[in-house]
């Protein structure tokens, strides 16, 4: 039962890791918000 529980748990941290990735990559689709980003970042220094 054990390794069955350690299965699923690498395969949800797995599957959060690619709806991650996804996430950011949708992002660099959309350059105002690039922009708006690299704005605020710049405004720190």
């Known amino acids: 039962m054990k390794a069955r ?8 941290a ?8 996804l996430a950011v990559f949708a992002l ?5 918000f690039l ?3 690299a704005n605020e970042v710049w405004a720190c220094f």
């Open 5 to 12: 529980r350690h299965t699923w748990q690498k395969w949800l």
């Open 35 to 37: 922009v708006t980003l």
């Open 28 to 32: 660099y689709t959309r350059p105002d």
């Open 14 to 21: 797995y599957g959060s890791a690619v709806l991650v990735l």
